[in-house]
């Protein structure tokens, strides 16, 4: 599985920003695509994650905020980044995960920075 991801980029407070991660390879209809964010000096963590099913999750900071959605045919999850907040500023990952195993697949990450 590879996992290529875009969109990252420089923005001022309060804009908005949209993820894309487009998955190959060996992909399982059951699976659990997301993005995870890692800001300087600090650990990784969960943005919002979504299932081949529609079941989404998302990190209680961006609630209200962000938005995940994916287009199962083309194998890709997007994530919608609105009302930008400095704190947002992070290196995004994307993942992916068969439902039913261990084994997460993570792509080479997008840096995302808002300016304040």
């Known amino acids: 599985v590879q996992l290529q991801a875009s969109g990252g980029g420089l923005v001022q407070s309060g804009g908005s920003l949209r993820l894309s991660c487009a998955a190959s390879?060996?992909?399982?209809?059951?699976?659990?695509m997301g993005w995870y964010r890692q800001a300087p000096g600090k650990e990784r963590e969960l943005v919002a994650t979504m299932s081949s099913g529609g079941w989404s999750n998302y990190a209680d900071s961006v609630k209200g905020r962000f938005r995940i959605s994916r287009d199962n045919a083309q194998k890709t999850v997007y994530l919608q980044m609105n009302s930008l907040k400095f704190e947002d500023t992070a290196v995004y990952y994307c993942?992916?995960?068969?439902?039913?195993?261990?084994?997460?697949?993570w792509g080479q990450g997008t840096l995302v920075t808002v300016s304040q």
């Open positions: 390879g060996s992909i399982s209809s059951n699976n659990v």
């Open positions: 993942k992916y995960r068969q439902i039913g195993t261990n084994r997460d697949y």
